[in-house]
């Protein structure tokens, strides 16, 4: 959520920047409210100066014996209309504020301007696409013979979209998270955090989920509460209504599973690991001053990068386009992984920054340098997520006989092992 004097002082430029960000709000009604708003406040302020001259002038006529009862007449006119008029503005407050949660985020100068992905731009490749002297397999082929996870009896038991990791797979799931907890904690800064999984509909509501994306969200309706998409929203709204205190910029991470239903997913690819309701991420979030948000934007793409390239997988940095970013983000940079059974490209990362718009709406302050208090800006980023990475790492490391070889830095946290064999049948 922004400052609404954007919307009233630059009203066509609002609309302009906003034009393919498919926002379903009224302007015009917006503007009328909010000067319906102020206009009931400076009324009602006014009749208060005059109620307090007003009780004044009547306390000096009662000690000099004089008839008040017109002027109490008055007060009491004066003061039904101030309730009136207090009631109107808490009213108008709600509107608006409903209206103001439904407006997405303002995209910042270089973000590129188009309807969807097609206006993505590439920024940079790492790496260059494997190449195989035989026919590689995907993911779910390579998983089956090797024994990583068994998508049928997940399927009895929760449905599609759910995966069962078994033996070496739950292992080689373990180890990614693990691996980039350490490696985002030891060598990047951030402290490590553990959160809830089930938040309130206010904490979902602070980063921007709600009310835009409820139906992609699972909701526990008997209790109002929501399993988190990602370790965004309870990390992030842990500073909800507060001042921070300590200094800036502040870096967190933490992994938990994530709970997406993705009511709009149907048609998509939805075997194997490539979309799933049920997923585990690193996730980074930075607290940081205005005016540093954009250099700490850069360098949680180089953190989250540094994850795939010390693995030696070859990804791209996309820098996504107006109609293509989430609702909540300023600027966006999705960083995707080449899995060659897949034969294309698998977004693993997000890097975002928010500016001020979460920060408004989870009223997350700090004391800038001359001591006032003002917003902070927040930015996050996957760090990474694990299903597509476990694909692009079983894709590129395949090896002929159907062994997938582990990355060295995967290796101590697989006991040593260097290769994943396929299961002898028989």
């Excluded at 498919?22 to 015009?28: E, G, T, Y």
């Amino acid at each position: 959520m922004f400052d609404i004097k954007l919307i009233r002082e630059n009203p066509e430029q609002v609309r302009e920047l906003l034009k393919n960000r498919r926002s379903p709000v009224d302007f015009d009604a917006l503007l009328a409210a909010d000067a319906r708003r102020r206009a009931a406040i400076t009324e009602a302020d006014e009749l208060k100066a005059q109620r307090n001259s007003t009780s004044k002038q009547i306390g000096a006529l009662r000690k000099a014996g004089e008839d008040t009862a017109a002027l109490q007449a008055e007060m009491k006119a004066i003061g039904e209309r101030i309730s009136a008029l207090d009631a109107e503005v808490r009213a108008l407050d709600e509107e608006l504020r409903a209206s103001m949660l439904k407006i997405p985020n303002v995209p910042h100068s270089s973000v590129p301007r188009g309807e969807d992905a097609s206006a993505n731009v590439v920024d940079r490749v790492w790496g260059t696409p494997r190449t195989f002297d035989f026919a590689p397999k995907n993911h779910i082929e390579l998983g089956n013979a090797l024994g990583l996870f068994d998508f049928e009896r997940a399927a009895r038991m929760s449905g599609a979209g759910f995966p069962l990791f078994t033996g070496l797979g739950a292992r080689l799931e373990r180890a990614l998270i693990a691996y980039m907890l350490d490696l985002h904690t030891s060598r990047h800064g951030y402290v490590e955090l553990r959160t809830p999984y089930l938040v309130t509909t206010a904490t979902m509501t602070g980063t921007g989920q709600l009310p835009k994306m409820a139906e992609d969200m699972y909701h526990a309706n008997a209790d109002d509460l929501w399993l988190i998409p990602t370790a965004e929203v309870p990390v992030t709204n842990v500073y909800r209504d507060e001042i921070i205190r300590a200094p800036l910029p502040l870096k967190y991470c933490a992994h938990t599973p994530c709970f997406r239903r993705e009511a709009g997913a149907a048609g998509k690819d939805t075997r194997g690991l490539i979309r799933v309701h049920q997923f585990d991420k690193v996730e980074l979030v930075k607290f940081v001053e205005p005016a540093t948000s954009y250099d700490e934007l850069e360098a949680l793409v180089r953190d989250a990068s540094e994850v795939l390239e010390s693995l030696g997988l070859c990804y791209r940095v996309l820098r996504l386009s107006d109609g293509d970013m989430s609702f909540a983000a300023a600027k966006c940079y999705d960083l995707e992984l080449w899995a060659p059974g897949y034969n294309g490209w698998l977004e693993v990362s997000s890097c975002s920054n928010f500016e001020a718009f979460q920060a408004r709406r989870a009223n997350i302050r700090y004391k800038n340098a001359q001591g006032k208090t003002d917003f902070v800006h927040t930015l996050n980023g996957s760090g990474v997520a694990c299903p597509r990475l476990y694909v692009a790492l079983l894709e590129n490391y395949q090896q002929a006989d159907g062994s997938v070889i582990l990355p060295e830095p995967l290796r101590p946290y697989m006991n040593g092992m260097e290769r994943l064999e396929p299961i002898k049948k028989g």
